[in-house]
Nanobody, 111 residues
Framework: VQLVESGGGLVQPGGSLRISCAAS????????MGWYRQAPGKQREFVAS????????SYADSVKGRFAISRDNAKNTVYLQMDSLKPEDTAVYYC?????WGQGTQVTVSS
């Protein structure tokens, strides 16, 4: 199993960013996928998830209405569209699936 995140970077408050996670080594469409994040000095926390069977989504209250998770099973990729970003969204964002984690991608929200 391999999960590789990309698309992180520096963005101003109120801006948008889309991060991606390319998966390999398992039947991607059969598995739920999720995004988690970890800010400095804090525990890793759930951000969003999407089911493999019907695409049902779930979000942390802190990102509901601002973030959107999606997946492209033909490309074995899961995305996280982040809008109206706030400084408190600054963290390393990790992709998770089939009991595995990616290496993370840094998202920094700052002016």
């Amino acid at each position: 199993v391999q999960l590789v995140e990309s698309g992180g970077g520096l963005v101003q408050p109120g801006g948008s960013l889309r991060i991606s996670c390319a998966a390999s080594g398992f039947t991607f469409s059969s598995y739920n996928m999720g995004w988690y994040r970890q800010a400095p000095g804090k525990q890793r926390e759930f951000v969003a998830s999407i089911s493999g069977s019907d695409g049902r989504t779930s979000y942390a209250d802190s990102v509901k209405g601002r973030f959107a998770i999606s997946r492209d099973n033909a490309k074995n990729t899961v995305y996280l569209q982040m809008d109206s970003l706030k400084p408190e969204d600054t963290a390393v964002y990790y992709c998770a699936g089939k009991n595995s984690w990616g290496q993370g991608t840094q998202v920094t929200v700052s002016s």
